[in-house]
T-cell receptor, first 116, second 113 residues
Framework: ETGVTQTPRHLVMGMTNKKSLKCEQH?????MYWYKQSAKKPLELMFV???????ENNSVPSRFSPECPNSSHLFLHLHTLQPEDSALYLC???????????????FGAGSRLTVL | AQSVTQLGSHVSVSEGALVLLRCNYS??????LFWYVQYPNQGLQLLLK??????LVKGINGFEAEFKKSETSFHLTKPSAHMSDAAEYFC???????????FGTGTRLTIIP
């Protein structure tokens, strides 16, 4: 188990459901990220939080709503999703956002989402 | 702007043979470069990183990569493949002064017994 834990690991939901993905890191990091991983596409950065403040929203549709109550926890709230939103959602953390540092990310195992 | 190209979405090598996974980047400023590995049903794990120190970078599990500025490349190699190396490998770039990490599309490595 890595220092970044994601739950649930698998989720199947209908287009009208509301669900949430949870991410928790035990590394003392201050930056947290959501990425979307779809087949045959590069990882897509969705959201970035640094010290609980959102610093990046990469043109993500509003049916995805992030929440970062503290530096250790990150949620992704899901509402009225589309089948094309089916993907692996990866959470990551790093010590803090650094413009001039290596900023190495530690990833969780991901939540596999299927939208019916 | 920064981008990464990984040549070959699938690579197969025999056990014990050389592993070579290719990565080319485009960057207008000196970059940071990374290789991550993803085993089945797991997240991405850092293999190695280049941060403008030595151009030959050694990582975990016997992997290494060489930064070649003239070729804008950062290819990943391992002298002798092991069955446990079967996974997907991602190259990533981040420009100095930029927070965003850009990933390639990944290369799936298969090891033939």
């Amino acid at each position: 188990e890595t220092g970044v834990t994601q739950t649930p690991r698998h989720l199947v939901m209908g287009m009208t459901n509301k669900k949430s993905l949870k991410c928790e890191q035990h590394l003392g990091h201050n930056a947290m990220y959501w990425y979307k991983q779809s087949a045959k596409k590069p990882l897509e950065l969705m959201f970035v939080y640094n010290f609980k403040e959102q610093t990046e929203n990469n043109s993500v549709p509003s049916r995805f709503s992030p929440e970062c109550p503290n530096s250790s926890h990150l949620f992704l709230h899901l509402h009225t999703l589309q089948p094309e939103d089916s993907a692996l959602y990866l959470c990551a953390s790093s010590p803090a956002l650094q413009r001039n540092g290596a900023n190495v990310l530690t990833f969780g195992a991901g939540s596999r989402l299927t939208v019916l | 702007a920064q981008s990464v190209t990984q040549l070959g979405s699938h690579v197969s090598v025999s056990e014990g043979a050389l592993v070579l996974l290719r990565c080319n980047y485009s960057s207008s400023v000196p970059p940071y470069l990374f290789w991550y590995v993803q085993y089945p049903n797991q997240g991405l794990q850092l293999l190695l990183k280049y941060t403008s120190a030595a151009t030959l970078v050694k990582g975990i599990n016997g992997f290494e990569a060489e930064f070649k500025k003239s070729e804008t490349s950062f290819h990943l190699t391992k002298p002798s493949a092991h069955m446990s190396d079967a996974a997907e490998y991602f190259c990533a770039v981040r420009n100095f002064g930029n927070e965003k990490l850009t990933f390639g599309t990944g290369t799936r490595l298969t090891i033939i017994p």
